[in-house]
């Protein structure tokens, strides 16, 4: 039954959708006069058609014809609403599946709205007679379609609004939507301009009036934080952000119409053929959004949305603000925080509805009620009011009531977890560094060739000053020799380093050496590691007599390791020393350390 007979629902759907068109003759909306700072007017066609069930497809077409579409005389003599009554009498419309068509743009680059879905339409230019003529005008030359024709009928307008960039107050456009019947069963060719439209796509108004074509749409805003920041910027900003969350519907067309000759409709380098870099940098920083891909599924969202939603709230089940959900990001902090802040603001917004209307915004621009002026529709940081209704007393612009003082939260929300995320960050590597005394050094120890590796590890060492650790990483027959010659500090082998690195041990907790540049020769089998110093004495070798920070000996070293035949082992050690720091300072430092440490052992008490 249900494979051979139209569903009771789209019968229902039928119905109300006459009564809608019905209201929108009756009460038509005001008209939207441009800001002074403004002077840009554009405007959209939402066609309406009903496609026939294959049960109830009109036996001739001269028959629906006939009734939809009288003589020349009798057409100016029928009103609107006559139409529309003899137009709904009809048997294959009273059956029929009512859609709406839709554009995807052509991908522009600088196109503000590129391979966006969106409705017929465009910019007003001065030969145009009136708002309504551009949307007529803008229909014919993207798809080929004329609504001067007998066959479409002109219904009325949607609430029209100014348009201003997101994020901020500056108006773009007014922009106003225009309603169209197609009273045909059937339609004309259409004829695509590949420089603006890539496709035509006819949508039954039950998927989008439907929950389960709900979804959402995830957009890169980066850019709009970080215009000339690159992409190191825009990483950053990302890392912490993630991308905006909107509201949307996905669109399942029972019929479609592309531009073969538009460069996405085929493109010979396919994605796969791309480098792995670029799949993740358009996966990570692309916008989706924006995206001419035709594997993508179809999404209505942002201003298309919204002007949609002003007419499909008034089509049962009447819930699209329910349905509609708070831009946010995808960052679980940034999307927590922004729900804390904003939760009593959306309980008392809520609660001050008055009517079921959505409006638009998207990543760029936003059209919300604001202001004190009902049809105004501003930017996200106007402090927006509670609308008035304007003549159709039945709608009211339920998200800007829903959204007032929405985004001055969630600029404070991003703020805070950026905050938080940068004090948790430097927590985190304080206490790394405080806890595990973290160096660059371990890190160029897990970059490094095993030689690098080995060296770092010796340099690392003198950390802890740990004997075992020294020995374990040199031959049996390792030298450490230091110069200059200067210095008369004498070659020494394992057993002397060792006792060298244990009467160190005696007079500092440690002797930290932190590598600043190590170079690798694999041709020599060397490593050269360029490092710096800092004594730790210990307290009780220390004396009032010399001021604490100069017991804090800094120093610079040169250290060459030659390497076994494995690259595993220290087979000899080259250490370069500041000679005339070392000399009158490190030794002079060391000498009256042991001095100090000799005096205390004479000092103890002898026990009998």
């Known amino acids: 039954m249900s494979q051979n007979n139209p569903p009771a629902a789209s019968e229902a759907l039928i119905t109300a959708l006459r009564g809608?068109?019905?209201g929108l003759i009756q009460d038509p909306y005001p008209h939207v006069p441009n800001p002074e700072s403004c002077k840009k007017r554009a405007s959209v066609a939402l066609i309406l058609r009903v496609r026939p069930h294959f049960n109830h497809w009109p036996s001739e077409a001269s028959e629906a014809s006939e009734a939809s579409n009288p003589s020349a005389q009798d057409h100016q003599d029928r009103t609107a609403a006559d139409a529309i009554d003899g137009f709904f009498e009809q048997s294959w419309v009273k059956h029929g599946d009512p859609e709406a068509v839709f554009i995807k743009r052509a991908a522009r680059e600088g196109d503000r709205w590129t391979s966006h879905v969106?409705?017929?339409?465009?910019?007003?230019?001065?030969?145009?007679?009136?708002?309504?003529?551009?949307?007529?005008?803008?229909?014919?030359?993207?798809?080929?379609?004329?609504?001067?024709?007998?066959?479409?009928?002109?219904?009325?307008n949607l609430p029209e609004r100014v348009v201003s960039t997101s994020?901020?107050?500056?108006?773009?456009m007014v922009l106003c939507p225009f309603v169209f019947l197609w009273m045909e069963p059937e339609l004309p060719q259409l004829k695509l301009q590949p420089a603006e439209i890539a496709s035509t796509h006819w949508v039954p108004l039950r998927i989008l009036l439907s929950p389960q074509s709900r979804t959402f749409e995830y957009v890169d805003v980066s850019d709009r934080f970080a215009r000339r920041g690159g992409t190191i910027l825009k990483t950053a900003i990302r890392s912490v952000l993630g991308k905006m969350e909107f509201s949307a519907i996905k669109l399942v067309p029972s019929e479609s119409l592309f531009c073969s000759t538009t460069a996405e409709f085929f493109s010979p380098e396919s994605e796969f053929n791309t480098s792995w870099g670029g799949r993740f940098y358009r996966w990570y920083l692309g916008d989706h959004a924006g995206s001419?891909?035709?594997?993508?599924?179809?999404?209505?969202?942002?201003?298309?949305?919204?002007?949609?939603?002003?007419?499909?709230?008034?089509l049962p089940p009447h819930n699209a603000v329910q349905l509609w959900s708070y831009p946010t990001f995808t960052s679980l902090d940034v999307r927590f925080i922004i729900g804390v802040l904003t939760r009593r603001l959306k309980r008392r917004n809520q609660g001050r509805l008055q009517g079921n209307n959505q409006t638009a915004i998207d990543s760029q621009t936003e059209a919300?009620?604001?202001?004190?002026?009902?049809?105004?529709?501003?930017?996200?940081?106007?402090?927006?009011?509670?609308?008035?209704?304007?003549?159709?007393?039945?709608?009211?612009?339920?998200?800007?009531?829903?959204?007032?003082?929405y985004y001055d939260m969630a600029r404070r929300g991003v703020w805070i977890a950026a905050s938080v995320r940068l004090i948790t960050t430097t927590a985190v590597l304080f206490y790394a560094v405080k806890k595990f005394r973290w160096s660059p050094s371990h890190l160029l120890a897990d970059m490094t060739s095993t030689r690098s590796q080995i060296a770092l590890r010796f340099i690392q060492a003198f950390e802890t000053l740990s004997v075992e650790t020294f020995l374990s990483l040199q031959t049996p027959t390792c030298h450490h020799i230091f110069a200059p010659s200067s210095l008369s500090l004498p070659p020494k082998n394992n057993t002397a380093f060792a006792a060298h690195i244990s009467g160190l041990n005696q007079l500092m907790e440690g002797f930290p050496v932190r590598a600043k540049e190590v170079i690798d020769s694999q041709e020599s089998n060397q490593v050269v590691v360029w490092a710096t110093s800092e004594t730790r004495f210990r307290d009780e070798v220390k004396d009032p007599g010399i001021p604490e920070d100069e017991w804090a000996y800094t120093g610079?070293?040169?250290?060459?390791?030659?390497?076994?035949?494995?690259?595993?082992?220290?087979?000899?050690?080259?250490e370069f020393l500041d000679s005339k720091k070392t000399k009158d300072t490190l030794l002079a430092l060391m000498e009256r350390a042991r001095e100090n440490k000799a005096r205390i052992e004479r000092d103890k008490p002898v026990l009998n």
Do not use: C
Not at 167 to 172: C, F, I, T
Not at 295 to 302: A, Q
């Open 20 to 22: 809608t068109l019905h």
């Open 167 to 172: 994020w901020g107050k500056v108006p773009l």
């Open 292 to 314: 001419s891909e035709r594997t993508r599924p179809l999404l209505l969202w942002g201003l298309t949305l919204g002007m949609l939603a002003d007419f499909l709230d008034q």
């Open 368 to 405: 919300v009620a604001t202001g004190d002026n009902p049809w105004f529709i501003g930017g996200l940081s106007d402090g927006m009011k509670h609308s008035e209704k304007g003549k159709n007393a039945t709608k009211s612009y339920a998200v800007g009531v829903m959204l007032e003082g």
């Open 118 to 156: 969106a409705l017929p339409g465009g910019k007003r230019d001065p030969e145009d007679e009136d708002d309504k003529a551009v949307a007529i005008r803008e229909t014919f030359e993207e798809i080929g379609l004329d609504l001067t024709s007998p066959h479409a009928l002109f219904v009325g």
């Open 556 to 574: 610079e070293y040169m250290f060459v390791f030659t390497m076994d035949e494995s690259g595993e082992k220290i087979e000899r050690v080259l």
